[in-house]
């Protein structure tokens, strides 16, 4: 976990959020069931809303590992942040 207490973790990956790769992704649904915060909807293929707390349960419960994040534009983001830890800056 490093040097960050728990509290400083949450704010520094609050922005990070997984993405659905719609080319993989089959619309099984476990993804859904297992979002606790129902952040997951399915049209022809699940999407991730707004809702999102980024727990990354569904990128564990996804059998096609269509469901990941992006880390390069999710650590952008992150430095965008003006929460953002400032031994990482």
Same mark, same amino acid.
């Given at each position: 976990?490093?040097?960050? /207490? +728990?509290?400083?973790?949450? @704010?520094?990956? /609050?922005?990070?959020?997984? #993405? #659905? ?8 649904? +476990?993804? @859904?069931? &297992? ?14 809303? &707004?809702?999102? @707390?980024?727990?990354? %349960? ?6 096609? &590992?269509?469901? /990941?994040?992006?880390? &390069?534009?999710? /650590? ?6 003006? %929460? ?6």
């Amino acid at each position: 976990m490093g040097c960050a /207490s +728990r509290k400083g973790k949450l @704010v520094m990956h /609050s922005q990070t959020k997984p #993405v #659905v790769k719609q080319k993989l992704c089959t619309a099984c649904g +476990r993804c @859904v069931v &297992n979002c606790q915060v129902n952040a997951i909807k399915i049209d022809e293929k699940a999407f991730i809303t &707004n809702k999102c @707390v980024g727990c990354a %349960r569904c990128i564990a419960v996804c059998p096609e &590992n269509a469901i /990941s994040i992006l880390w &390069n534009e999710s /650590s952008e983001t992150l430095k965008k942040n003006d %929460r953002a830890c400032l031994w990482c800056q």
